[in-house]
Nanobody, 127 residues
Framework: QVQLVESGGGLVQAGGSLRLSCAAS????????MGWFRQAPGKEREFVGG????????VYADSVKGRFTISRYNAGNTVYLQMNSLKPEDTAVYYC????????????????????WGQGTQVTVSS
């Protein structure tokens, strides 16, 4: 089992940047494919970006491609989401999630496939 704690959210002006962090408990962090998801008020939770166990493979939602970068540091049990060129439509609660994976290169993109979730961190982008 793994516990996930997000940090780094806040209020930023459009065009600005934020870096979210997700700290994981336990000694098997490298066994999980990791992902970031977000949920805006009145909308369903959606995939933002995912990274494989090894960190070598990433996938992004079209809406954030070229602006957001997901990375992980297995020795430190942490996954990051660097968000640049933020837009008001990026405003949401951002969640870190982990999926048990037996494949080093697999990236998990579906909310229903994630096994563990953090509590979320609010990101607000003002226009």
């Amino acid at each position: 089992q793994v516990q996930l704690v997000e940090s780094g959210g806040g209020l930023v002006q459009a065009g600005g940047s934020l870096r979210l962090s997700c700290a994981a408990s336990g000694r098997t962090f490298s066994s999980y494919a990791m992902g970031w998801f977000r949920q805006a008020p009145g909308k369903e939770r959606e995939f933002v970006g995912g990274v494989s166990r090894s960190g070598g493979f990433t996938v992004y939602a079209d809406s954030v491609k070229g602006r957001f970068t997901i990375s992980r540091y297995n020795a430190g049990n942490t996954v990051y989401l660097q968000m640049n060129s933020l837009k008001p439509e990026d405003t949401a609660v951002y969640y870190c999630a982990a999926a048990v994976s037996h494949e080093y290169t697999k990236v998990v993109v579906h909310t229903t496939s994630m096994d563990y979730w953090g509590q979320g961190t609010q990101v607000t982008v003002s226009s």
